[in-house]
């Protein structure tokens, strides 16, 4: 079972200059386009693959009802081209809720740190908010 404060995953990436243009030009990121320094949004990229595993194989989360709840990045120096990070995913926290109309609905925050494989350094923490939607009722039993 999986609970706060659990190391997820770990990993690396590498800050590559045509994929820190590509997403700037997606994002319509004008300062980026013609630099090395990578959009604030660009450790999603890093972070894609992981997230798709947490969602799937580590918790089991029914995609079907399976929304994305919010992301949030903390940078400590700027993510550049070239860079080469060292990536580490925690589970921050899983707790179910009563939703707003009714209902539950499970709330998974998650938190990745992004270091400098050279220097050890934090570049970037990114905190994201996976929610799973409660289950239809269909005849007074859960789908």
Known sequence: MIVAG???????FV????????????????HSQNADIAPPTFPVVA????????????????????????????YFEPMRSGDRLRCRARMMSDETK???????????TTEVEFMSA???????????????KAAIEKSGEQA
């Open 47 to 74: 972070s894609a693959d992981f997230v798709e595993r947490l969602i799937t194989s580590m918790l089991g989360l029914d995609r079907s009802r399976t929304v994305h709840g919010g992301q949030d990045y903390e």
């Open 15 to 30: 800050v590559e200059a045509g994929k820190v243009h590509e997403f700037a030009r997606a994002v319509q990121d004008v």
């Open 118 to 132: 050279a220097t050890g350094n934090l570049v970037c923490r990114e905190t994201m908010t996976t929610i799973e």
């Open 98 to 108: 009563t939703g707003r109309r009714g209902g539950s609905m499970r709330v998974i």
């Open 6 to 12: 659990d190391i997820l995953e770990e990993w690396d």
